[in-house]
Structure formats: C-alpha cells, structure tokens
C-alpha cells in the first residue's frame, strides 16, 4: 500500500466507540475508514462487563444520555445482522446499612424526578431476589431498562455491518503522526502501513486519545484507570442479573464509605454479573497506576473476599481466570465526544471510563450527527473538550 489513500473520515480506533462510529457513519452515508494498532476490541473492550446501564449515573443528564444509549442499543438489537447476546432484564444495587438506604431513598427519588424507572427494595426483595444473599443486607434499589451485552460480539457485529455497508477497516495499522495543513483543512495520517489524508479524523483511541491528540498539539485530560475482574463458574443460579453495591456509586464518584483501608484504596466495590455462557464476572477494583495491565493477586483477594461478604455461599465456588483492564477516565465522570475548535475536522470521542460499553451507540450517533451538521440526539454542550479549558480559566 504504498500509494496514499484519500478518505473522507477516518476513525482512529477499533475498539466498542469506533465501531459504533463506523456503524452510525456508514449508515448514514458517510465513507468512513477505521485504523486499529492491533485486532478489534482487543483493549479495553474486551476487558470489562457488558452493562447498558443507567443505575450509576447522575440523575439529569448523565442517566438521560444512558437512558438514550440503552434505546438505541435495543434497536441495534433488532437491526444488527450478528446476535450480541443482548439481554433486558434490569439491575440493582444493594445496601449494607441505614446510611446507605437513606442514600438510595434519595437516589431513587432523584432518578423517578428525572423521568427513570427505579424503585426501592427490601430485605424481603432481596430474598427473592436470590437465596445466595448475605442475610443482614438491608435492602437496595433496582433500575428496570438496565440491560447487558457481550461487548465483544457487540463491537464485531457493529462492525461487520459498517463494513456491509462500506466501511473500510485495516486492523495491526498503528497510526504514527497526524497533521492538519491549515490553508487546505486536510489531514495527513501516517501508518506502519503507509500514508492516510482525510478531511476528518475522528480520535476514538481511548485511553491512547492523549497520544494521538499530542501528535496535533492537544491537550486531552483522560488517565488511564485499572480495573479487575475475577471469572467464576458458575455452578448454581446466584443471580440472574446484575447487582452492585451502593457503595460502588461512592467509589464511583470519590465519596467515602465505612470499609477497611485496602478496600477503599483499591476501590474495590462489590460488582456481580451473570454471563450467557453461565459463568459470571465479579468486580470491581479503581486504581491508578498508569497503563500497567497486569493483574495484581492482592486485588483480587479484597475484591474475592468483597464477593463473599455479599454472597457468603460464594467462597466454595470455583474461579477460572482474573483479568484487568484500562478504563480512560476523566475528572467530571462525563466522556468527551466534541469537536475541536482549534482544528476544524477533528472530532473526539473518548473518555467513557466505565462506560464504554453503556454509552457506546449514543456517541457513534452523535459524532455522525456532529460530522454530518445536524441537530444532535442529546445536548452535547456538557461533553465539549473546552469544559476544561474553562475550569482552569476559572480556577
């Protein structure tokens, strides 16, 4: 491939958030070309749980953007050609104590505001819920449009329909440098595998964004973020669903919670999920520690012994593998999905932390939207790259 070759958007990226680009893209007409270092889905979406949840969000707009998210993803659903394993069947967040239920009652309150459909539960529920539960819990909430996916098969059957519909896609392509020649408005992309140019270029490198904005001058405030999950089998029907602590949000959003130091260090919170190939993934761990992968045993014996103070019949249960991935993150918890006023052409989509999987489809529908200057499905104001820019000014 030695003679340069002219598109009109290039995705960088081949993870879940390309591959919803690349689908929306093509779908809308654009011709669209996707360029990934290694396979598909071999970072960080192939390194998480499958969950489309709105449960932990923000009420307002971070559960509206998921609540729009999960609507898209059941129609994807019904018009992807390659089935995703895609399952609807609600989540819920137990609670270990009153401070906690209090919470929730809030939370609850908050999101039924906003127009989502949570409900409380009691002990009682719990009990219904699953036998398996510790007995001393005191209740929880459950949110019913939660659904799951396997998020592998998701981002492959994206893809494979983008490129049905004419989307190219070179895989093992790692991107070297790119340029914006001001006076044409086109960008030059260098490969391992020779030389792109393109009118827009579309940066859904995820936690590898800020490497690909340097090469343009761009300062993109994401870190990476480890998490751990352990694989167990599952050798009797714990749960049928996804189930979290509320403690989770609390570490989700920095607050702190009545737990021993090392769990609060690793910001191990209780994450449960049943797969469809009748195992189920057990988190969940928050660290920083740049972009090491590599699984840390001590993690998860706290998010192993977390697991079983919430399913103490668990400890029998026999564990298959233990895996870590990176999670790009930001400080506001929001992602950034936003043009570059500073380059016109270029777009960014990245930043989901944990909510990759979630937000996928609706940030594939907004950058086409965005690319193609139409009015947007959400409100992207609060996603913009320059909401950081203003805090500083601000600070």
């Known amino acids: 491939m030695d003679a340069i070759q002219h598109r009109d958007v290039v995705v960088i990226g081949g993870g879940i958030i390309g591959a919803a680009i690349a689908y929306y893209g093509a779908k809308a007409g654009l011709e669209l070309t996707v360029l990934e270092k290694k396979e598909l889905a071999s970072g960080t979406s192939s390194r998480c749980d499958g969950n489309i949840l709105a449960i932990d969000?923000?009420?307002g707009f971070d559960s509206q953007m998921s609540l729009k998210s999960q609507q898209l993803v059941h129609e994807l659903s019904k018009e992807l050609e390659l089935s995703f394993e895609y399952r609807n069947p609600g989540s819920i967040l137990?609670?270990?104590n009153d401070v906690e239920m209090e919470a929730a009652d809030k939370w609850v309150k908050s999101q039924q505001a906003a127009g989502l459909d949570f409900k409380m539960l009691d002990r009682e529920d719990l009990r219904n819920e699953s036998k398996y539960f510790a007995d001393d819990l005191f209740g929880g909430l459950e949110c019913k449009t939660d659904s799951t996916v396997n998020p592998y098969m998701l981002t492959y059957s994206m893809f494979h329909s983008a490129e049905k519909m004419g989307a190219r896609i070179h895989t093992n392509t790692e991107v070297k440098h790119v340029s914006r020649n001001a006076a044409t408005g086109q960008f030059t992309i260098d490969t391992d595998k020779g030389r792109f140019t393109a009118n827009k270029v579309v940066n859904a490198g995820g936690v590898w964004a800020p490497r690909l904005g340097e090469m343009m001058g761009l300062d993109i405030p994401i870190i990476p973020r480890k998490g751990q999950l352990i694989v167990a089998s599952r050798q009797q029907?714990?749960?049928?669903r996804k189930v979290m602590e509320f403690g989770y949000l609390i570490s989700k959003f920095g607050g702190s919670r009545t737990v021993d130091p090392l769990t609060e260090?690793?910001?191990v919170a209780l994450v449960f999920e049943p797969t469809e190939s009748q195992n189920f993934l057990i988190g969940s761990s928050r660290q920083f520690s740049g972009f090491n992968t590599k699984v840390d045993h001590e993690v998860t014996k706290?998010?192993?012994r977390r697991a079983v103070r919430f399913y103490p019949k668990m400890a029998d249960m026999t564990i298959i593998r233990t895996y870590a991935g990176l999670r790009p993150w930001t400080e506001d918890?929001?992602?950034i999905i936003s043009r570059v006023e500073s380059a016109p052409g270029y777009f960014i989509a990245a930043g989901h932390?944990?909510?990759?999987?979630s937000l996928a489809a609706v940030t594939g529908k907004l950058i086409e939207e965005m690319?193609?200057?139409k009015e947007t499905c959400i409100p992207v104001e609060p996603l913009q790259l320059s909401r950081f820019k203003e805090r500083v000014a601000m600070g």
């Open 57 to 59: 969000k923000d009420p």
């Open 94 to 96: 137990v609670c270990e």
């Open 237 to 240: 029907p714990v749960g049928l």
């Open 265 to 267: 260090k690793y910001g």
């Open 302 to 304: 706290y998010i192993a």
């Open 333 to 335: 918890h929001l992602p």
């Open 353 to 357: 932390e944990g909510d990759g999987i």
């Open 371 to 373: 690319i193609n200057d």
